[in-house]
């Protein structure tokens, strides 16, 4: 088995922030979960280099556009490891591999009859050197970054013939109902579809920063159709061998919801018409707001990733956002709730159940996990979690399976209270009872390590050492007892120390 899980490649116009650190968490607790499962997984993430905004920002910088693209692309590689990101490969748009397949694929479009030149008139700004969009334009028809007089021109352009998928991606919407999730975005895109397609530009002519048009040298492909083929290119180049044949078509690409139409309607038909398969699934997750608005740069409103990850660590956040946004839905971030979960799930629920668990284990057994059975009235909480957990990770419900793991962190706290070791240890006519418990507690966190592995990869790790639990796949997730003269039990720092 294999799985192949994408983000969105990030614009070099800008520096990294939350919203960007978001899908690649997303993604990497996608690719960890299907790690642990065995399956060979390829997990993406890049920039998207080309195009009139990079092209922008940089002479706006008074720098070339190469250079704008070197700096933050930089900026992004080194975002993925400081977020416990465990991507593959980290694909640029001005790979000289990428661009060779963009111009391939493109090429192959046209001789499949899907490019035709024709005209594409607007509003144009000599600053910009670029077409402005009619939402876009200020009051008096001014250019909004550079406030000069636009003129209404035309540019010959290649289009692409979109309108020709009508049929057939209706068809697809039909035949394969989980092809968008949620729901909702799946509806918003099959109602764009049905409102009648029409065909876009494929090629820029007043623009030098993109990918040259083999066939007409004197243009450049529209930076979407570019940036899309990031996703089938990077397969080629990333190894040692080519491993499109290994990975293709992706199973998940994640994305926000702003980018819904060139993913669920733009891609798709691409691919189609260069004969290529399409992927299996396409996941829309909503906005990070701050005070109800969306998160960005210009907005400076931003939840910077970097200080939180100085302060609380990596796995706080990737706790955070999934845990307090709905995957899927947009939903407000702040630092008090952030500090709130931090303090009540994370250093309460799972850290003192994790400290409280192995100290009782050192003081009442001499660390020795004793052989004893679980405890039969946590069957019903922890036999068949496994598998409710990748249920909701195929479907990419990463919040739902993060609450059903944490029902159980909640219930072996209960746990805890109701059978109060502490006073079973006082009673050495009750040592079999409090083998029991014993046993039961290190069965069941070592069940809630190895799943909330994709979630806090270094906490999890830290706590299974801990527990000297050996195996990390998913088959560490069974309920079963540790094995007789299992590994004897390790020391453990706090998890989520409070005082930061
Ligand atoms: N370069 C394109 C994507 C090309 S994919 C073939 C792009 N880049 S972006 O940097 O502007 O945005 C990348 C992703 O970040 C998008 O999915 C976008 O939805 C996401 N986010 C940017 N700000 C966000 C929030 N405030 N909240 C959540 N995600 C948002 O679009």
């Known amino acids: 088995m294999s799985f192949y899980v994408t983000t969105p490649i990030y614009y070099v116009n800008a520096a990294p922030h939350l919203g960007h650190a978001y899908t690649t968490i997303a993604a990497d607790v996608m690719a960890r979960h299907h790690r642990q499962r065995g399956e060979e997984v390829f997990f993406l993430t890049g920039t998207d280099e080309h195009g009139e905004p990079v092209a922008d920002a940089a ?3 008074g720098v070339e556009p190469q250079e704008l693209a070197d700096r933050n692309a930089e900026r992004f590689r080194a975002l993925a490891p ?59 028809n001014l250019c909004p970054i550079h406030h000069v007089q636009l003129t209404r021109e035309q540019e010959d352009n290649y289009f692409f013939k979109l309108s020709a998928f009508q049929q057939r991606l209706e068809a697809l919407y039909d035949e394969r109902e989980d092809f968008v999730a949620p729901r909702t975005r799946y509806n918003e895109a099959l109602s764009f579809i049905r409102s009648g397609l029409r065909d876009v530009p ?37 190894g040692e061998s080519d491993r499109t044949q290994t990975f293709w078509p992706a199973d998940y690409h994640l994305i926000g919801k702003d980018i819904l139409r060139f993913h669920a309607v733009y891609w798709p038909a691409l691919l189609m018409a260069a004969e290529l398969e399409l992927p299996r699934h396409v996941f829309v997750h909503g906005f990070l707001l701050m005070d109800g608005e969306k998160m960005s740069k210009s907005l400076g409103n931003v939840l910077d990733p970097f200080a ?17 946004v709905p995957f899927g839905q947009d939903g407000s971030v702040s630092t008090a709730s952030f500090e709130l979960r931090y303090e009540s799930e994370l250093a309460n629920e799972l850290g003192n159940l994790a400290s409280r668990t192995i100290a009782m284990v050192h003081r009442y057994r001499d660390g020795a996990v004793p052989a004893a059975e679980l405890d039969p009235q946590l069957d019903a909480d922890f036999a068949g979690l496994r598998e409710e957990v990748e249920w909701l990770i195929d479907r990419a419900e990463l919040t739902g399976a993060l609450e059903v793991i944490w029902q159980r962190v909640r219930r072996l706290n209960r746990y805890v209270e109701e059978s109060a070791p502490w006073q079973l240890a006082k009673d050495p006519g009750r040592a079999d009872e409090l083998d029991g418990v014993l046993c039961t507690l290190v069965g069941g966190l070592r069940v809630l390590g190895v799943l909330l592995t994709p979630y ?22 069974r309920w079963q007892a540790a094995p007789a003269g299992a590994q004897p039990i390790g020391q453990l720092e706090s998890l989520f120390p409070k005082s930061r």
Request: one cysteine or more.
């Open 59 to 61: 002479h706006a910088l």
């Open 82 to 140: 400081q977020l416990h990101a465990s991507n593959d490969f980290f694909i640029r748009t001005t790979d000289a591999q990428h661009e060779a397949t963009v111009q391939r694929v493109l090429e192959l479009v046209r001789e499949n009859g899907y490019v035709y030149m024709g005209t594409y008139e607007g509003w144009y700004c000599p600053r910009c050197a670029d077409f402005k969009a009619e939402a876009e334009i200020d009051a008096g």
């Open 202 to 238: 494929l090629t820029r002519h007043k623009l030098t920063w993109g990918v040259q048009v083999p066939w007409d040298p004197e243009h450049v492909f529209y930076v979407w159709f570019d940036a899309l083929l990031n996703y089938y290119s990077a397969l080629s180049y990333a």
């Open 308 to 324: 939180v990850i100085e302060r609380y660590g990596a796995d706080a956040l990737r706790f955070y956002l999934l845990r307090d």
């Open 456 to 477: 806090l990869p270094v906490s999890a790790e830290r706590l299974l050492a801990a527990l000297g639990a050996e195996g990390r796949s998913l088959d560490g997730a």
